[in-house]
């Protein structure tokens, strides 16, 4: 099982840009499909996006499309989350995840591993 840990957080004006990172410990950090969630104050959490063992297959939700970029290094055992365009509706925890199986299982939330989470602030 891995153990992530995220950074990257902080406050941010509209428009702007974050990269988070998130760090995975263990050597089998390569065959899990890892995710991006996040819940703001009050919310529940939500899927961001997801990315396969590989790299090669991605996939987001529809209010960060176009505007965030899931990727990873399995060589730096570390998966990215690049948010441009930023909107202060953005403002919430992330929080990493890791699956065993796919995409899918980490978009339905079958999940093996979550980080602590960071914090994103938008401010418009």
């Known amino acids: 099982q891995v153990q992530l840990v995220e950074s990257g957080g902080g406050l941010v004006q509209a428009g702007g840009s974050l990269r988070l990172s998130c760090a995975a410990s263990?050597?089998?950090?390569?065959?899990?499909?890892m995710g991006w969630f996040r819940q703001a104050l009050g919310k529940e959490r939500e899927f961001v996006a997801a990315i396969s063992w590989g790299g090669g297959s991605t996939s987001y939700a529809d209010s960060v499309k176009g505007r965030f970029t899931i990727s990873r290094d399995n060589a730096k055992n570390t998966v990215y989350l690049q948010m441009n365009s930023l909107k202060p509706e953005d403002t919430a925890i992330y929080y990493c995840a890791a699956s065993r199986r796919n995409i899918a299982a980490v978009r339905s939330m079958d999940l093996a591993s979550w980080g602590q989470g960071t914090q994103v602030t938008v401010s418009s």
């Open positions: 263990g050597r089998t950090f390569s065959s899990y499909a």
